[in-house]
């Protein structure tokens, strides 16, 4: 399961268990020049949907309360199996421990559904890209809950010694959002040595990916 789809516009699977809620994003997502090629009503449903899916969607849109199998188990799921396709949660929740426990699950983007068609649209977009993004909302609650958070004993301290300037600088930007491809531009690097420095960064914090490792850097400190 790895994000390849074909042509310009990017595409994207909705997964939401209100039918009506599915068919007014598809409508949304639509008008901003983005394609819904899949649908699912809970987390079981879209795994079978995303393991015969060919060529993958670019974005899984997530809602995280479904009845039975809901999105922290979709996201559970797709961390185990390795999935590369990045997921952007779109729900009414706010609640600190459940956008931590979705970013800790793999999520790589959270959004309330209060959003407008443009912000949808450019998330959507950002995440296609390789970037990340939460809500501006949740986002100062979120710091703080990150850093108030136990860390394992022995683990402050390690990490900030081990980054280079570089490597903070490129972390700083993917805490912001930005993709390989606008870090690149922004450091004046090329798109593979981003994707080299970033893939120390992981090593160095012990990060499974690049929003885990935001999560780190956030609670040691790092990003300010």
Known sequence: MTG???????????????????????????LGGITVVAEAGDGAEALAVLREAEPAPDVVLLDLRMPQYDGLWLL???????CEIPVLVLTTFDDDTLVLDA????????????VTVEQLSAAVQTLAEGGTLIAPSITDRLLRAIKASPEPAGARGVVVEQLTDRETEVLRLVAEGYSNRQIAGLVHLAEGTVKNHISSILIKLGARDRTNAVLRAIREGMLG
Do not use: H, P
């Open 4 to 30: 390849q789809g074909s042509g310009d516009r990017v595409q994207v699977m909705v997964v939401d268990d209100q039918t009506l809620v599915r068919q007014g994003i598809r409508t949304l997502l639509e």
């Open 76 to 82: 559970r799921k797709l961390q185990e199996a390795d």
């Open 103 to 114: 970013l800790r699950a793999g999520a790589r983007g959270y959004l309330l559904k209060d």
